[in-house]
């Protein structure tokens, strides 16, 4: 199918997802460069400003959960309201007939939903709606067992690989998506490194990094 055949609508909605993937897997890699890379890093963040750093790492966690648990959501609500999910953007391609084999989609979608179920119950005990319970039981030192690292890598490549295929369904395949290469969190990291500490002027750093690079 080539992508001047779809209509404005459907043009939205998979811009849309695009603007939300992408979005989730730059968020991560800020989240791995800063606070998965070292122990290292970690002790820097720690130095400078323990409290702040410490309230963005849980911040950052807490969006990708809650993006994921958004995008693995139903195409639409009992109420028929639409949802811009991985669900959606399956279902519009089956819509069009393009050949492409959608029952391996919707298998791979199932995958994605069976790894995402703790996910799923953080999202809306937690960062969706205050359940009362769930909440009470954290503050008495009996929470769910938390999401690990591996489980969202894992359910980012799932999310990648859907995506993609939609994509190249669609005849938009230019659009590949990957977990991005900027080194948004690793500069911030270098930068702290180099100040020392929080009160050091900046400057001195990035003028440092300049002369490493070569230039005058």
Partial sequence: MKETD????????????????????????????????????IDVLKGVADEFFGTVQQLLWDHVLLTIGKLTDPAETLTKQENLSV????????SHETG?????????????????????????????????EYMIDRLSQTPLPGVN???VEESLTLIIEIMNAVE???????????????????????YLKESGSYREVRDKAKNKKMKDLGFK
């Fill in 100 to 132: 492409f084999e959608i029952k391996d989609l919707k298998a791979k979608l199932e995958t994605l939903r069976e790894k995402c179920r703790l996910i799923k119950k953080i999202r809306h005990k937690r960062l969706a709606h205050f359940g009362k």
């Fill in 6 to 41: 779809m209509s404005r609508e459907d043009k939205d909605v998979l811009r849309g997802l695009q603007h939300e993937v992408l979005g989730l897997l730059f968020h991560w890699r800020i989240f791995i460069q800063m606070y998965g890379a070292s122990e290292e890093n």
């Fill in 168 to 190: 190249k369904g669609f005849g938009t395949a230019k659009l590949i998506y990957s977990l991005p290469e900027r080194p948004v969190g690793e500069d911030l990291i270098w």
């Fill in 87 to 94: 669900e959606k953007a399956i279902n519009l391609l089956s």
């Fill in 149 to 151: 690292r591996t489980t």
